[in-house]
């Protein structure tokens, strides 16, 4: 009991004041009923809290976004867009193309146009760019980057589409390799988880190897990003038809750290052996001998990458090599 019984002979004559020390839980009484103000203030912030929710929900449905319902997360609703918020599906390629050289003469979001590019049923890339190149001009080309830098463009696919659109420009335009370089590296500092991509598409590009001297110059990439790029590039196969020019250029740049890099020997020579022709270029066993002239020490896997590429070579220089080889199995 909140009160203590009361004498059942006593009787109050209400309204007399109440004895202070008869008041034996007053303190509790008084916390009681503090909780009990304070669960109905919480109940009207909860209710106008849940009313707002609605609004808002409403308000995103009226701008044509979805809310995710089966959402766990209290603070942040899930929002998709839908079809009306992007460029429309129907559109022909004609008129995608309309719709990305409005937003890059705006240096606007290239994204929805990527995705609807991509996405397109009869989608061209060669007529695509056929129609795009006929009305862009050379600063088009900065203008790409900085679309690409004011919105960011999260997925891979896209990214690989829009680097395939500024390799274009490069070689249409007649960009000049220091230009172009200037622009890469921009990509560089806002996609630093990319940089292996858009290296190897710079291996790919018109001028590739004098676009590549470029970057060099600007220092904008060290010898292990260059050495991930240069990896990535021979394990996916994405180094051009007259791709040994750069291979060696990046070997050179990379000296003499690759010679103690055993898993890029490897690679580079198993590349090698797969290539169309390099096992009848003599600049390719100029290139090795020098390889195995310098180098002091090789582990199983690169010295069996090596010696693969020599059994299949057929120039002059094939006794050669096999002579430098067998200084690895004597130790």
Request: proline share 3%.
């Amino acid at each position: 009991m909140l009160f203590t019984e009361p004498d059942m002979e006593q009787q109050l004559d209400w309204p007399v004041p109440y004895e202070k020390e008869k008041l034996t839980n007053l303190s509790k009484i008084l916390s009681l009923l503090n909780n009990f103000e304070r669960s109905k203030t919480e109940e009207d912030q909860i209710s106008q809290l849940a009313d707002d929710d609605n609004e808002s929900d409403n308000a995103m449905e009226d701008v044509g976004l979805e809310v995710d319902e089966g959402s766990t997360e209290p603070d942040a609703k899930k929002m998709k867009v839908n079809s009306n918020s992007s460029v429309n599906q129907s559109l022909s390629l004609e008129e995608l193309c309309d719709e990305f050289k409005k937003q890059l003469a705006a240096n606007g979001n290239l994204n929805p146009v990527l995705a609807d590019l991509d996405q397109h049923q009869d989608f061209k890339f060669k007529d695509f760019t056929e129609c795009l190149t006929k009305g862009v001009a050379v600063d088009d080309f900065n203008r790409l980057i900085q679309c690409s830098k004011n919105f960011f463009i999260i997925e891979d696919q896209l990214f690989r589409l829009l680097l395939t659109l500024l390799a274009l420009l490069v070689e249409e335009k007649d960009i000049k390799p220091c230009s172009a370089a200037e622009g890469v590296a921009l990509l560089l500092s806002s996609y630093p988880q990319r940089k292996s991509i858009l290296v190897t598409s710079v291996f790919n590009m018109h001028q590739g190897g004098d676009i590549l001297d470029s970057i060099l110059e600007l220092n904008v990439l060290n010898k292990s990003e260059l050495r991930d790029a240069l990896l990535f590039s021979l394990q996916t196969k994405q180094l051009p038809a007259n791709y040994f020019q750069i291979l060696e250029k990046l070997m050179d740049h990379m000296y003499p750290d690759v010679l103690q890099d055993n898993e890029l020997v490897m690679t580079v020579f198993s590349f090698l052996t797969d290539a169309p022709e390099s096992a009848k270029c003599l600049k390719t066993a100029k290139f090795t001998v020098k390889i195995l002239s310098r180098i002091d020490e090789l582990d199983a896997a690169a010295f069996s990458s090596l010696q693969a590429f020599v059994m299949t070579n057929k120039t002059f220089l094939k006794r050669k090599m096999e002579s430098l080889l067998k200084n690895f199995t004597d130790t």
